[in-house]
């Protein structure tokens, strides 16, 4: 049985995914949700499913990168995770930290990548009149928002969306894609995971 350490730093609808998706035959089970933000609204709701949860305050060690991370290590490796999930954790991590779970961490990232990485994913799709938006899950690697794709989900973009409206209905399918893609992960196959919303017109 798999171990899923999952970190976050906000409210955490990812991580309620992944967590209810972790059940019955399922080869890996939840063993940590863990922020940057003590006042993360997915810590309350982890403890709310019974799951063990850790936070470590990034503001203390402002520019001491790898002392933030030397801290948020310690409950991490105490959990002894096999598999990271970054799940809108909002901290860029070193390449040292990244090596130290090569294989094993993945992130959602809220666009068609390599289209749109970095921030304000929607906003910009919306701007340069894209027809179509959606999800990634990827390996991280230490390239920001870009590593080897373990899956896909897209949306199209309806007349009069906006960037909430639009961010909306993509985090539904958030919620369909890093469920499936960490089910295959975490049985060790990495075939890719491609999903289309109901309402999405291919091509
Ligand atoms: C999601 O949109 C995800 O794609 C991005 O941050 C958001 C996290 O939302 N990385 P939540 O905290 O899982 O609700």
């Not at 990034?58 to 801290?71: C, M, T, V």
């Not at 870009?146 to 973009?157: F, K």
Request: hydrophobic share 45%.
């Amino acid at each position: 049985m798999k171990r899923v350490a999952i970190l976050l730093s906000g409210g955490g609808s990812n991580m309620v995914a992944l967590v209810r998706s972790m059940a019955g035959d399922h080869p890996a089970r939840p063993c940590l949700v863990l922020s940057n933000d003590p006042g993360a609204g997915g810590l309350d709701r982890a403890r709310d499913m019974g799951i063990a949860t850790a936070a470590v305050p990034h503001r203390p060690f402002a520019g001491d990168r790898a002392g933030f991370e030397s801290a948020l290590s310690r409950p991490l490796e105490a959990a002894a995770p096999d598999i990271l999930c970054l799940a809108g954790f909002m901290r860029i991590l070193t390449p040292a930290f990244i090596e130290r779970w090569r294989g094993r961490i993945l992130n959602i990232h809220p666009s068609l990548l390599p289209a749109y990485r970095g921030l304000d994913t929607h906003a910009r799709a919306l701007a340069d009149g894209a027809a179509e938006a959606g999800c990634t899950v990827h390996e991280v690697t230490a390239a920001l928002d870009d590593g080897p794709i373990l899956g896909q989900a897209r949306v199209s973009v309806r007349p009069g969306d906006t960037a909430a409206t639009l961010a909306a209905r993509v985090l539904v399918q958030e919620h369909r894609l890093y469920p499936a893609v960490l089910r295959r992960f975490a049985a060790c196959d990495r075939r890719p995971v491609w999903l289309d919303a109901t309402d999405h017109v291919a091509g």
